[in-house]
């Protein structure tokens, strides 16, 4: 029977992914589970009040500062995990959700049981890798690393596809969704007045994977012809000073720092854009859904399960400038018809509701068994 989870995700950071493993943990708190957490900057004012939660935080280990920062947590919570688990292994399994290797090797020398939960497209994290001399030795050690999981786990039908390619026994490779637990919203119907602002809104972490300058390259573009176009972005990351240098020029392009409540937001939007290179499964997609906001997305891993054949939003090829002017120009001229394409597909968000915890809940169980 399973009594303990010890989760490994060495840095804990804002976004989509941080906000399904709160959802997680939760889940397994309320089931009465034991869960080790390690990572950093995370306390337990993240998630709900238990004493079966334990936070272990990471401190980065100064001898191997010459490493990415996220290489360098990986190393140390590695560390703490295989100090736990020495004391904690009865009935327990390893759950990753991030910086998988690490977690790999402790459980096999350990021999212990572990899952991992994929959160993007390997293939394409790789080719779209700042360094592609460091993605490709990663990609090297995933094909080494990966065939030892007891699970793995996508979140999309992309990232299993490329996952596929990469594992020689694709029975481990199991499709759970996010599990999309906000409030279904009833949206007030108000009609687009031909002569307001066309509010644009994207939110993501401001590195490369986001591709943010498509974007803006795009409304710097049509901003020439039509002048009510405005663009917000919200988000926080390294790219940051470099994203707003670029736009310091453009009055009507505004990028502000990460807000824990974005309703508003979305609400003040008329379109939301997706420009990513790759993606897990993209949970700003369901808000803006949830929002009956139109959709355009690149065609990154997540975005065909949420907008399935284009009924909910439009899918672009990735890194295609040209093709995401021609819908942002359609969307403002056809705007009636993309109102009504979203709020159609609104209905498929039970795909992505709480049954999927339960999912989780259960491969957890059963592997624990076996």
Known sequence: ?????????????????????????????????????????????????NKNLTIINTKPVKKLNFLPIRWNLAISSMINLDFYIKKNNKNSIIFSMQ?????????????????IRNSEEPLGATFYADNKILGFF????????????NKIIAISTMSKNSLQKIVIFNKKITLIYN?????????????????????????????????FPLLINAII????????????????????????????YYKNIKIIKWQKKLNRYYLNSDLFILSSYYEGLPNVLLDAMNHEIPIISTNCSGASDILQKKTGGFIIPINDQKELEKKIIFIMKNYSIAKRKIIKAKRKIYMFSDTNLIKYYELFCNISRH
């Open 99 to 115: 910086s998988h290797i690490p977690a790999i090797i402790i459980a096999k020398i350990n021999q212990m049981k572990i899952i």
């Open 221 to 248: 573009k049509l901003s020439k012809k039509y002048n009510k176009i405005n663009l917000l972005i919200i988000g926080d990351g390294h790219l940051k000073n470099n994203l707003i240098n670029k736009t310091k």
């Open 179 to 211: 599990p999309y637990l906000e409030k279904i919203l009833k949206i007030k119907k108000i009609k687009k007045n031909k002569f307001s602002n066309f509010n644009i809104l994207s939110i993501g972490r401001l590195t490369k994977q986001k591709n």
């Open 138 to 149: 990663v990609l090297f050690l995933k094909i080494l690393f990966y065939n030892f999981a």
């Open 1 to 49: 029977m399973l009594k303990t989870v010890h989760l490994f995700y060495p840095s804990f950071e804002k976004g989509g992914a941080t906000k399904n493993l709160i959802r997680i943990v939760n889940f397994l708190l309320k089931k009465k589970i034991k869960v080790f957490f390690f990572s950093r900057g995370a306390n337990k004012n993240n998630f709900i009040k």
